[in-house]
């Protein structure tokens, strides 16, 4: 099925991911067992807890880490079908609003997509002005785990405003599966009904925190929804994603 996950902490030693090689190579087995192919590493960046700042220090960890898997690539030839790609979970800080601007920021594997998540509880009107301003600075924002926020639990509907200006919607795996409570399961399956939601990704931490495993919900998913809006949240859009070209919405390939 070569799913894709453009939401991982896969890269070791960065933020509240993966805390070492050894951390990864498991995550990278996670995934590959639940039908993933290619992940994107999208650790903690303008987040104050991890002091994540420099696309280019970043950027040196991900190539050594590239090239630590490749001397695992004998004993473990799993890791030769695995794509990885470096992208970051930008957190809407003051700071990151400024390097926006500047183009100092780490997108998705090179794309104009770039995924922004915001402070759980900020208002609707915020996370508004948050995502316009992306969007004003020319990038196309993922909002991550999107049905984790307060304000889009009190009405999902309110995120058609920002879809429609060009928001992309991704929702975590494991809020799907009601892994990480009911409000997230609530909000999530709502918006996948008012067809708001265009990726599905695991934001996967650590092997047994939150690992990378796409496998429950994939199979839950293709029992209760068309095939081809299951391929659409987890490979042709995240593709598209990756290849720096539009989405398909439901609404298009009807
Ligand atoms: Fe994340």
Partial sequence: MNLIDIHTHILPGVDDGAQ???????????????GTRRMVATLHMFLDLFNNNDFLEIRDRFEALIRDLDSYKEKQPHIKEMDLYLGAENYASPEFLET??????????????????????????QIGVIMENVLLADYTPVIAH???????????????????LGCVMQVNARSLAG?????NKTCAERLLQEGLLDVIATDGHQP???????????????QENPKDDVMRWMVTNPRLILS???LNSAKESE
């Fill in 208 to 222: 047994r925190w939150r690992p990378p495993d796409f496998q429950s919900v994939f199979q839950t998913l293709g």
């Fill in 244 to 246: 720096n070209e539009p």
């Fill in 20 to 34: 070492s090689l050894e951390n990864t190579l498991v995550m990278l087995r996670i995934a590959y067992d639940s």
């Fill in 146 to 164: 999107v049905e984790r926020y307060a304000a889009v639990q009190q009405d999902p509907t309110q995120m058609e405003r920002l879809r429609n």
């Fill in 179 to 183: 892994a990480s409570g009911s409000q």
């Fill in 100 to 125: 926006l601007g500047q183009g100092c920021v780490l997108t998705l594997n090179g794309s104009r997509y770039l995924l922004v998540e915001v402070s759980p509880a900020l208002p609707m009107s």
